[in-house]
Antibody
């Protein structure tokens, strides 16, 4: 079964750091770009950033709201994508989702989503 | 403020047809980028509903259809069912980065 499972969420104080993990199974992880999204309580979806596959350089892009604070990386040998979040702010409080970009077959739509992990930034 | 504009809510009775619009601009939808649609049932993660403007992933009923024209796109749901009550999001690209609509809450009366 194709699956993404996020972990690492929790309660953290403003200014501190947190690292989320996204463990993939059921597909060749290294072949796909991976993205992170978030959804603040009662709000819509916000794209956070993504990392290309190694075949496309493994480079990253970020939303303006997190650029310079968040870093996405990947370990293809373990089929894990990471979201390192530094200098957290209260407005970063959200459910964070990991997704797979479905490639050419799916016109690069986000075809697989994890169940999400809650991050609460509060003192 | 979302880059793509969706109505906050739509409603319809069981069996009816509803449409959800997604309006962009010349830098995103109008630039030729694909539009994708996602369904988020209450308390769950989003799920891909329509990709590449009008394609359904396997398992998505043909009651759901998508279209795109100019700087806008639409999601149509026919034969409305209670289980369709959810939030729906459109997604496209702007300068090659993903952008979303603010979401539309569908209420089945």
């Amino acid at each position: 079964e194709v699956q993404l499972v996020e972990s690492g969420g929790g309660l953290v104080q403003p200014g501190r750091s947190l690292r989320l993990s996204c463990t993939a199974s059921g597909f060749t992880f290294g072949d796909y770009a991976m993205s992170w999204f978030r959804q603040a309580p009662g709000k819509g979806l916000e794209w956070v950033g993504f990392i290309r596959s190694k075949a496309y350089g493994g480079t990253t892009e970020y939303a303006a709201s997190v650029k310079g604070r968040f870093t996405i990386s990947r370990d293809d040998s373990k089929s894990i994508a990471y979201l390192q979040m530094n200098s957290l702010k209260t407005e970063d409080t959200a459910v964070y989702y990991c997704t797979r970009e479905g490639g050419v077959i799916k016109n690069d739509a986000f075809d697989i989503w994890g169940q999400g992990t809650m991050v609460t930034v509060s003192s | 403020q979302s880059v793509l504009t969706q109505p906050p809510s739509v409603s319809g009775a069981p069996g009816q047809r509803v449409t959800i619009s997604c309006t962009g601009s010349s830098s995103n939808i109008g630039a030729g980028y694909d539009v994708h649609w996602y369904q988020q049932l209450p308390g769950t993660a989003p799920k891909l509903l329509i990709y590449g403007n009008s394609n359904r992933p396997s398992g998505v009923p043909d009651r759901f259809s998508g279209s795109k024209s100019g700087t806008s796109a639409s999601l149509a749901i026919t034969g409305l069912q209670a289980e369709d009550e959810a939030d729906y999001y459109c997604q496209s690209y702007d300068s090659s980065l993903s952008v979303f609509g603010g979401g539309t809450k569908l209420t089945v009366l």
